[in-house]
């Protein structure tokens, strides 16, 4: 009766490429192999050997020749179709055990069951049983550094045997073990053939090979010999794909599909990526720390500039919504205001009385050094009339205000604010009717007015006079530096510039005064702001960059470190988008972990930041928060992309051979 072997190779070719030419390693190799044999290939080495092995392994693909698994052709086949072949039929077990050294002997067993998507408890129990069965029962949980060579290839064959493994791929099993452990080896390989597996094994010793019923010799690439030991024609009395108990059992469990699958196989890579991160904790981190000076500065940055704003528009809303500030020149820092004729105190009447404002004054503006007793200061004097008070909201915290009256007869009394009582007054003496020096101007105190927001942009203590009385009697800066008028609520301030304007000119005969409302600054001071945030904003997003390409160089070296564990897993039967989602999660978790370090090491300086000052604080936004997670893991995603492809793009055989 004729059977369909399991394995059928014809003229299979396998080439090397050397220089110019290229180096046949096998030539012309006819096998068929059925299930349930035990088979040994053997040769000196160098015979090619290990190179047939990895093709009927379909680890690496002939040059020429037909090779047929199940009576299909393997060349049709896709990278993931192999896997997918490996994972579902093949089991592994390799001359240095190639365990993966960062998980545990049951986590290596269970490596093949993650990929074909077996629940975690069935694929608990199951590496557990095929442990205890391979007596390693008490050491499921030593990794591979703590297991003696026999132990190690003990497991790799649990690995094997993890997904049922109907055929059985073993080279030079027993190469690297004393002889007890290999004896032990080959008896635990006899007993899978007796299970009815398919049992392939590579040697260069003659006395095991001996062990097998098959031996298959080669030498220089070609099949020399081919031999059964008890005489039986080849193929006869084995049955046909005939998957061992074992086998049909792995069926029989429930494996995950679609979704629930995926998921699976993402937590996985997480928990893979996480173990990979711990392996190389100090390298892991120093990656991370471009991240973390990039995320830390960025939302540093938007905090501060969020900070200023939030001061400025303070400071705004301070000045007054409605006010209107009308200076000599032709603008700040023309040098020939001073030389024009200065604002009168009459234009500062004049517009008084016109209908839309509800309130002008004169400001004399100058920096003198005030006395009370032996207290000394420097104080901003103020020279403004009686209007001044009600254009910026002021009010009297104690005492009064002076008035019109005080005003018309240059009356040497002033208002002074918070700072300047707390300057001369520490005490607790109360300011109201003390005589105070400024400059060479003896004054008396009749008022304190509240703190307002729209003191806060001077440092000084500051102290109101008269105009007047600034004018006729102070020495020093007597001119008038602008005028202040409040506009009515109701009126467009534009509209009220231009009236403003209109009535200036005429009075004045020339344009020689310019003008700045509230809207005017806080525009100028904003775009101070944004053109400072945008800067060092730059600079953030420069070092993120850098942050990421830190991750990307470190994450090629750390694929380049583990091509033999990304040829493990792809003998295993990983798909390409398996090692591709395992190194990306890597990546983005190496970034993500870096991004919330980073927003840490921001808010925690914006809290040492309030400590020290109350001037200033920093606005975090969660927007901004939200923005610097999204930023951390697309750059993991982008640095990322390159190295987890160029793993994903390996090739079993190669990243397996390069050790
Ligand atoms: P063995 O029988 O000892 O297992 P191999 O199959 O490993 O022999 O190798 C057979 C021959 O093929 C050797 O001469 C080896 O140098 C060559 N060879 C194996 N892999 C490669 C490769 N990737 N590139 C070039 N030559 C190779
Ligand atoms: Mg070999």
Redesign the pocket.
Known sequence: MSKTPIISVHDLWRE?P?GDES?A?LRGVNLDIYAGEMVAIV?A????????MNILGCLDRATRGRYLVNDRDVSRLDADELAQLRREHFGFIFQRYNLLGDLDAQANVEVPAVYSGMSRPDRHSRAAALLGRLGLMDRTHHRPGELSGGQQQRVSIARALMNGGDVIFADEPTGALDSQSGTEVLKILHELHDEGRTIIM?THDRDIAQQADRIIEISDGEIISDSRKDGKNIGEGEQQLAPSDDASSVASIRHKHGMAAFTDQMAEAFRMAIIAMRAHQLRTFLTMLGIIIGIGSVVSVVAIGQGTQKQVLENISGMGTNTIDIFSGRGFGDTRATRSVALQAEDSDALAKEAYILGSSPVINSSVTGRYRNITANVDLYGVSEQYFTIKGMTAEKGILFDSDSVRRRAQDVVIDQKAQKAFFADGTSPINQVILVGQLPVRIVGVIEDSPSMQFSQNPTVFAPYTTVQARAVGRTRIRNITVRVDDKVSSTAAEQAVVHLLSIRRGTDDFFIMNSDSIRQAMEKTASTMSLLISAIAVISLIVGGIGVMNIMLVSVTERTTEIGVRMAVGARRSDIMAQFLIEAVLVCLIGGVLGIALALGFGAIFGKVTTQFELVFSTASIIAAFACSTIIGLIFGWLPARNASLLDPVQAL?RQ
């Open positions: 090397y050397a180096i390693v040769g080495s160098g015979s090619g050997k290990s190179t047939l590579v051979s």
